[in-house]
């Protein structure tokens, strides 16, 4: 084993010496590193590091003994699924502005130097050599034994580097202007200044000479250069890609639109940290055409990356790293996730290890470990695809599968409900839709027509089926066909069927007798056809890849291209009104078309949407915009050129709190109002309904069958959540007190309490539906007591309310300890300071019982059973365990967890919110932690624990104080037995028993 344990002075001294030293600076492991340096908790924690991983057998469960140096007396152990840490850091000259690493060795940009560091799995980064420049550097690029540094000083130094010990500055040249990006491939230099390129000739290091240059249609923020195209990172339009194969002829070859701030491209893949919209991945097997491949979209703003082996490792504006399993580039996955207390400034990723620059910092992040299945981000709040404008939102209907199209003919809604076929729902009443019958399909059920008494189905990749549903209680396929591509859109005119089918293109059936479709046509359009629309013989076809296609079907066996139209998106959906063609874009949002003339289409408007565009409705002046992640965006479009953003619904945001019950989530999602899931499958939350508060949800709390919202300025809304598919407002009520900004709510019976933290309670008498008096008192948290008294979190300390009459509520009882958080439970009272940590009471007698020091900030409490649940910005969730409420022990934290505020639990699960998802949490079994003699621990751990790498962390109570050991235990599947009885074993016996003929030698 090997303990690493350095006290911050030595961490935070900086590098001395010559222009070339080999000093080796301080070095410090541990997750907290951060912590040191930021708010210099000195001597708070130390961590340790193994040199072997002890295993448990994941079937039979079973103990381990584990070495861990330093163990405080009287420290409490608990052991935490894994997940990355920081192993090691270094100090630097200044500000890192650039890592690489070639051939086992970081290279970073510090300060005006150049620092090289040795690296060795195990061991802490070894500085080799350092070169002192003029002016700090700001950009950094290394190829062919040298480095190219850009620096403030106004110059582009390089440097021979093939000797890491030995760094030699070998050539200067001039620049005129900052660089923003810099690149070095196959004896060029590419460097961009704004919205300029130029390019210099370095095929002779030490004489770099100009050689071109090219205007950029914006700034570029990072740059990569593969096999003849320059690829750039353009933060306000897009990525701009550029066929520079020839110098002095470059030319624009492709673009991808998006708020792009860095790319990695390697072998045809680009990876783009596309800001809001997060990681998007494309193909640029083909640079004139970059088409999408997929994207991950629940990580923030995402600001810089870094790609090694398949792997990609984000930054985000939430200072978290994220690593995505990117090996299978069509569908990444997150695989895990450090939350940093310090935003990182660069990134550089080499075999799961994050090299990261923090500031005047080199942190070494370790990824490698499996993580244990028990954190998930959670699901969001968008998917929207297809839909038909009706009214006003009266109801929510929820199908067996999940919704992919609909059309709506009189008092029914037909559903195209994927994998669960055409779903048919009488909307009569449309508060109280049902459903009336349903058909199976062989593939998955998309979109649809009606013509007559036929409904014609786009089944993906089970071709396309004609349905009769002139008896809706009964209806049934009539006729199907088979489509080469999947079908995802159909439409019918004059008895002909023009099918959407992917790769496949446009195919066109005959549909005259519906029980028996023939194909008598197929268009090919260079791409995957997605929603076609048919107006005076004319099909608008949307591709994916290459836009919009018009094609003149006035003989349908024989389809002709008069015109195509290419988008700087996906082209997925297509609406027509006039003269104007509204196409969803997907990434790009919507853009519009003037399809006057059909010949020569032209883009004349669009509007960037929050989420990625699916497909539109026009009625009257708006578009309805089905934005998937993003919900649904309302645009005006009385100036089709200019199209303006009136309003969004569902639009997803920060869950604000959440409350749990009966397989249910309530969540308070700010402007989105109360959102409910389904959580009866923790790992897989299902949106069930939502409902507008008119105002900024950010409490909710449930009492009986009612969800009471607090919505700031919106007052307090009060929810019948009798069903949880279809919740109904029941009133909002008037809140009268000074400000009204409501951002707190409790319940006991018929008395509500909404609160504004800043100027005092009203007490509302939900059955009169009055408020009865205000409780004039500033406070920071409150709590409905068992016993009808509410407990307030006041200035100075606890106040303990008595509404015996709820006309004039009076403090009983005080006690002058400060809280942040309150709550109770029977004879239990919880508080929770900064400074005192969480502390038991006799709620009776107001004396203490036990405390705990978590030594980080908690942001919510919950008490269950013999367990209290605290949400912390470093550990995420804490168990505790108080049995005896004198002694609280730490049974288990879960830090994939962190950054989220407020919990709720439910089963053998804990939902937590924070962020824009709902986080869950699978609590673990018990595991029991002992210690021993010389620094031994044996873990007892049962059956079944959940497959991965485990922390082992020791926590003071007292003091705070806590040492974390990273990979301390690996919970593993069994190693496969050899068979006892072999085939040449099998072979002899049958050979003894004259069943095959003896070998003949």
């Avoid at 479009?637 to 009966?662: K, Q």
Wanted: hydrophobic fraction near 45%; aromatic fraction near 6%.
């Amino acid at each position: 084993m090997v303990r690493i344990l350095t006290d911050v002075s030595r961490y935070r001294r900086h590098l001395k010496g010559a222009s070339v030293s080999l000093a080796t600076p301080a070095f410090l492991s541990g997750i907290f590193l951060l912590r040191f340096v930021c708010v210099a908790l000195l001597g708070m924690f130390s961590a340790a590091v193994l040199a072997e991983m002890p295993s448990i057998n994941h079937k039979l469960g079973g103990s381990a003994s584990i070495r861990m140096g330093g163990l405080l007396p009287g420290a409490q152990l608990a052991l935490i699924p894994g997940g990355p840490y920081l192993q090691f850091g270094a100090a630097l000259n200044g500000v890192a502005r650039s890592i690489a690493v070639v051939g086992g060795h970081a290279y970073v940009a510090s300060g005006g130097s150049l620092l090289v560091f040795g690296l060795t799995p195990a061991s802490p980064p070894a500085l080799l050599a350092q070169l002192h420049g003029q002016g700090d550097i700001t950009q950094m690029a290394l190829y062919g034994g040298h480095a190219y540094l850009a620096d403030s000083a106004g110059a582009l130094r390089v440097v021979d580097v093939r000797d890491p010990q030995q760094l030699r500055q070998i050539a200067s040249y001039p620049l005129t202007q900052p660089l923003s990006a810099l690149r070095v491939e196959q004896g060029r230099a590419y460097l961009v200044s704004g919205e300029q390129l130029d390019i210099l000739d370095v095929s002779q290091p030490q004489s770099p000479q100009r050689i071109a240059g090219f205007a950029l249609p914006g700034k570029a923020a990072a740059m990569r250069v593969a096999e003849g195209y320059a690829y750039f990172a353009l933060p306000e339009v897009g990525l701009n890609i550029l066929d520079v194969r020839d110098p002095h002829n470059i030319r624009t070859a492709g673009s991808f639109r998006g708020e792009v701030h860095d790319i990695e491209v390697v072998q045809g893949v680009a990876y783009l940290a596309n800001g809001a919209t997060g990681l998007t991945i494309l193909d640029i097997t083909e640079p004139q055409a970059p088409r999408w491949l997929s994207s991950i979209n629940r990580t923030g703003r995402i600001l810089a990356l870094s790609h090694d082996a398949g792997y990609v490792a984000l930054i985000n504006d939430r200072q978290e790293i994220i690593l995505v399993d990117a090996r299978k580039p069509k569908l990444p996955k997150i695989a895990a996730l450090y939350r940093s207390e310090c935003p990182p400034d660069t990134i550089a990723l080499t075999q799961k290890q994050v090299l990261a620059g923090v500031g005047p910092h080199l942190e070494v992040i370790n990824f490698s470990g499996p993580v244990p299945d028990a954190v998930d981000i959670g699901a969001n709040f968008g998917g929207s695809r297809r839909a038909v404008i009706r009214d006003r939102h009266l109801g929510v209907h929820h199908t067996p599968g999940s919704p992919k199209g609909v059309v709506v003919r009189g008092d029914y809604a037909y559903v195209g409900d994927d994998d669960h076929g055409l779903q048919v729902v009488d909307i009569s009443n449309p508060k109280r839709p049902r459903k009336v019958s349903e058909v199976a399909t062989p593939g998955l059920a998309y979109s649809m027509k009606l013509s007559g008494d036929y409904l014609y189905l786009a089944d993906h990749r089970g071709g396309f089926h004609i349905i009769s549903v002139a008896d809706v209680a009964h209806p049934a396929i009539v006729g199907s066909a088979q489509t080469a591509g999947k079908a995802w859109a159909v439409e019918v005119v004059d008895g002909i069927a023009y099918v959407a089918a992917d790769n496949a293109g446009l195919l066109v059936f005959d549909v005259s007798d519906p029980s028996q479709p023939k194909q008598i046509a197929a268009h090919a359009l260079g791409g995957a056809a997605e929603d076609v629309v048919i107006r005076d013989r004319l099909a608008y076809v949307a591709s994916f890849e290459t836009g919009m296609h018009i094609l003149d079907i006035s003989d349908p066996q024989q389809p002709r291209t008069i015109s195509s139209l290419a988008t700087p998106g996906n082209a997925r959906g297509i609406e027509l009104d006039g003269n104007i063609a509204y196409i969803a874009d997907w990434v790009s949002g919507i853009q519009i078309a003037d399809i006057s003339d059909p010949a020569q289409p032209r883009l004349i408007g669009s509007l960037d949407t929050a989420g990625w565009s699916w497909g539109v409705r026009v009625q009257g002046r708006h578009a309805y915009v089905l934005d998937w992640w993003g919900g649904i965006a309302v645009l005006d479009i009385a100036d089709p050129v200019a199209p303006v953003l009136a309003g969004a619904y569902h639009l997803r945001g920060t869950t604000r709190d959440v409350a749990v019950r009966d397989g249910y989530a309530y969540i308070a999602n700010g402007s989105n109002g109360l959102q409910i899931f389904d959580v009866n499958t923790p790992q897989n939350p299902i949106w069930m309904a939502g409902v507008d508060v008119g105002g900024n949800a950010q409490s909710v709390w449930l009492e009986g069958n009612t969800a009471y919202l607090a919505a700031g300025e919106g007052g307090l809304l009060a929810v019948d959540v009798s069903n949880p598919f279809e919740p109904q407002k029941i009133r909002r009520f008037a809140v009268q007190a000074d400000g009204a900004n409501v951002d707190l709510v409790r319940a006991r019976g018929k008395l509500v309490f909404a609160a504004d933290r800043q100027h005092g309670v009203a007490v509302i008498d939900a059955t009169a539906g009055q408020q009865t008096a205000v409780y004039p008192s500033k406070i920071k948290d409150m709590w409905p007591a068992d016993d009808g008294r509410l407990l307030l979190a006041a200035q100075d300390g606890v106040e303990v309310v008595s509404l015996g009459d709820p006309a004039q509520p009076r403090r009983m009882r005080y006690l002058p300890q400060r809280a942040e958080l309150v709550r109770a439970r029977g004879n239990l009272l919880v508080l929770y300071d900064k400074t005192s940590g969480i502390t038991l009471y006799n709620y009776s007698t107001l004396k203490r019982l036990g405390r705990f020091n978590p030594a980080e900030e908690i942001f919510d409490i919950q008490i269950s059973g013999n367990r209290l649940y605290a949400a912390g910005n470093l550990s995420g969730l804490l168990v505790l365990d108080i049995s005896n409420v004198r002694y609280p022990v730490l049974k288990t934290a879960y830090p994939s967890a962190s950054g989220t505020f407020r919990l709720s639990k439910f089963a053998d699960a804990v939902f937590m919110a924070g962020k824009e998802t709902l986080t869950t949490v699978r609590l673990l079994p018990d595991v029991a932690s002992t210690s021993g003699t010389k620094g031994f621990i044996t873990v007892n751990a049962p059956p079944k624990l959940p497959l991965g790498s485990y922390h082992l962390l020791a926590l003071d109570p007292r003091s705070g104080k806590r040492l974390v050991q990273y990979d301390a235990l690996r919970v593993a599947m069994p190693a496969p037995k050899s068979p006892s009885f072999s085939m040449r074993d099998l072979e002899r016996v049958m050979r003894e028993r004259g069943l095959v003929p003896a070998l003949q030698h």
